[in-house]
């Protein structure tokens, strides 16, 4: 009797103490979107590979299957600036990732998936958290650098994410424990992607991740983002991790001059270009060409080398990038001499209709020589551009927004035969040079500069 006496007191000392932890326990009032009903996958589709997504007790399920690439469950719709929250359960022996700002393009690797990842990673590197760039850039936050993030993880149990993305801004917490702090101006929009990565063929197929209780926030940010104590990672003209390992260099510090010249100064102009809040632009002057501060050039000679630099035109704006630039070739009125990768408002600037070769003067081609790719996936003028130049071997290839425009062969005869036909026919061995420098153009017209980065080619090492 006594001891059911004492088994009700402590009965009724547990539901008292439930009752008021439950009335003490602060009520969400956030306006969550869920982005899963819990019963189907109206509003999602598949992307990439072939792996398997079911729903199983309100989750859902990702299992991989065999010879096939990574896949991922996708969004129906694009989302720009949100906060997202969910919960997942992963095998141990899988990796995997939330993909936010992904899109899929068919002029980009076919269709592929590429864009942000939060990446799920439970083996013992414990990244989970970080932020991965899926299909271009590679890591670019990890949490190596964490400790109390890579502990945050708890294997073979659910973990909870929560994610915000707003303005150029990345933030990630694993469990509550701030994990990733990214500055990035990349991408800005795009769908949301639960991932199944693909597998080896000595893995199990048919092993499970698990998602549940996917939800997102659109409106009213500011009031609910949070503040993380952790230093972030800025990558506005700097190098990111795997950048550094590949071997490139910025080209342009995002501060100073340093490295650059007029292209027929000693020094770098005293007018005509500004350095502001991480931006070179080369300013407006009337349209005409190398008239006011004049081109600028860097101090080295490159030979086979990557470029990329971030650009972004005014309406009606001319400029350019060149390379294998001589100095001396042009002492004269006008830009300095190399082959020249074009940058312009096709709509507004009279240059588009002009050259002697149709198209041969549109942004991206190869200026009066080659029309790039007509297809090209420009972004609107005041937004940023990315172009990219290779050249290896003397095979060179043009490359706007991560999507190849054209590719010719240096010094070949159909290319020989194209600067006989062009305005540079007067310019002895033009564009032939073994090294060169880079060029940024000024054509009087207001253009911007950022992420300025090179990567010298060691053809005996590659």
Not at 118 to 123: G, R
Not at 202 to 226: C, P
Request: with cysteine; charged share 25%.
């Amino acid at each position: 009797m006594k001891n059911s006496i004492f088994f009700n007191r402590i009965l009724l000392l547990c539901v008292v103490s439930l009752f008021f932890n439950c009335k003490n326990e602060p009520k969400d009032d956030t306006p969550w979107i869920n982005l899963f009903d819990g019963e189907t996958l109206n509003g999602w589709n598949q992307k990439g590979g072939i792996a398997k997504y079911t729903v199983r007790d309100g989750a859902i399920v990702g299992s991989t299957v065999h010879d096939t690439p990574n896949t991922f469950l996708t969004s129906d719709k694009m989302y720009g600036d949100f906060i997202l929250e969910l919960d997942y359960k992963v095998d141990s022996s899988m990796n995997s990732g939330i993909q936010i700002r992904s899109n899929s393009f068919p002029n980009y690797r076919d269709g592929r998936v590429h864009g942000y990842q939060v990446e799920i990673d439970p083996s013992d590197r414990a990244w989970s958290g970080g932020i991965y760039d899926e299909s271009r850039r590679g890591w670019l936050n990890p949490l190596d650098g964490n400790p109390a993030a890579q502990k945050a993880f708890k294997q073979n149990d659910w973990n909870h994410y929560r994610i915000e993305a707003i303005g150029d801004t990345l933030k990630t917490w694993i469990n509550d424990v701030p994990a990733a702090y990214l500055i990035d101006g990349k991408t800005g929009s795009g769908f949301i992607c639960l991932q199944v990565h693909e597998i080896h063929a000595d893995k199990k197929e048919g092993t499970e991740i698990i998602w549940k209780n996917v939800k997102i926030l659109t409106d009213s940010l500011a009031k609910y983002s949070r503040k993380s104590p952790i230093q972030p990672i800025n990558t506005k003209n700097q190098l990111t991790i795997d950048e550094k390992k590949k071997g490139w260099k910025l080209l342009w510090d995002g501060e100073t001059t340093e490295g650059w010249r007029g292209a027929k100064l000693e020094k770098f102009p005293e007018t005509g270009w500004k350095i502001e809040d991480g931006i070179l632009s080369v300013l407006a002057s009337g349209g005409g060409e190398s008239t006011a501060g004049g081109d600028i050039v860097t101090n080295e000679l490159y030979a086979d080398f990557e470029l990329t630099v971030d650009f972004k035109l005014t309406p009606g704006a001319n400029s350019g990038i060149k390379y294998y630039v001589d100095t001396e070739l042009n002492k004269g009125d006008g830009s300095s001499i190399g082959l020249e990768y074009q940058i312009l408002d096709d709509a507004l600037h009279p240059d588009a209709k002009l050259g002697n070769h149709d198209g041969s003067r549109t942004v991206s081609s190869l200026y009066d020589l080659i029309q790039a790719d007509t297809n090209k996936p420009i972004h609107p003028i005041g937004e940023w551009n990315t172009a990219y130049i290779i050249s290896k071997d003397n095979h060179v290839e043009h490359w706007l927004n991560d999507v190849k425009v054209l590719e010719y062969e240096r010094n070949s005869e159909e290319y020989l035969k194209l600067v006989s036909e062009s305005k540079y026919e007067k310019w002895p061995n033009f564009g032939a040079l073994e090294k060169g420098q880079i060029l940024l153009q000024d054509h009087g017209d207001l253009v911007s500069f950022k992420n300025v980065k090179i990567r010298p080619i060691n053809t005996i090492n590659e």
